[in-house]
């Protein structure tokens, strides 16, 4: 075999393990952390009508989502597990400590329409699209609502975030009947399992 021979076919090797390569992977990722960012807190209150507050509601769901995802193995990280402000810069620093890691930041929603209701979640990046895109489906099979997508924002934490990110908004505190369903836990529960079984079908190891 000549030296042409010889390159051609090692190229042919390559091209083939490659194409396995792509084949094979899908389109997720293995992560054993998850950063869990309860939106808000401290003076900070979000959004909020007839005294129900978005920070308070942000943390119970991180809080219980941490709780279902250490049950599951997984090692979560907590921006805030009190009520405090931490400033979003500082947010996406302490998510850019950890590896093999995804961040998940809690908050809902709130529009000057008292009708407009729904979930939807936010990504930035390629990767952020793809988790956002599991947890939309699945928080859609959790709880009976207006479907409003997935959507690309430049919030500081996805932005800044190096990790496969999301914001996840789980209703709309500003229409009445969600408002009445989130004062419910088993309605954030509902947001959690939503949550986490997006998170199981991102998880490649799954
Ligand atoms: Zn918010």
């Not at 008292?114 to 947890?135: C, D, M, P």
Request: glycine share 8%; proline share 2%.
């Amino acid at each position: 075999m000549n030296f042409g021979q010889y390159f051609l076919k090692n190229l042919a090797i390559a091209a083939a393990v490659v194409g396995i390569l792509t084949i094979a992977a899908p389109a997720a990722s293995a992560f054993n952390t998850v950063i869990i960012d309860a939106g808000h807190g401290g003076h900070d209150r979000g959004a909020d009508h007839s005294l129900v507050y978005e920070k308070h509601l942000n943390l119970d769901v991180a809080r219980r989502l941490e709780r279902a995802l250490t049950g599951l193995g997984y090692k979560v990280v907590m921006i805030r597990r009190d009520d405090r402000f931490v400033p979003l810069d500082k947010r996406a620093a302490i998510a850019n400590r950890y590896r093999n890691a995804v961040f998940v930041s809690i908050h809902f929603n709130s529009s000057w329409k008292g009708q407009v209701t729904g979930i939807e979640t936010f990504y930035k990046s390629a990767t952020g699209r793809t988790l956002a895109t599991h947890i939309q489906g699945e928080l859609m099979r959790s709880i009976r609502t207006e479907n409003r997508g997935v959507k690309t924002a430049n919030f500081v934490v996805l932005k800044k975030t190096r990790h496969p990110a999301v914001l996840v908004e789980g209703g709309f505190v500003s229409n009445r009947t969600e408002r009445n369903a989130m004062m419910d836990p088993r309605y954030r529960q509902a947001v959690v399992d939503g949550i986490v079984r997006g998170l199981m079908k991102y998880d490649r190891r799954r």
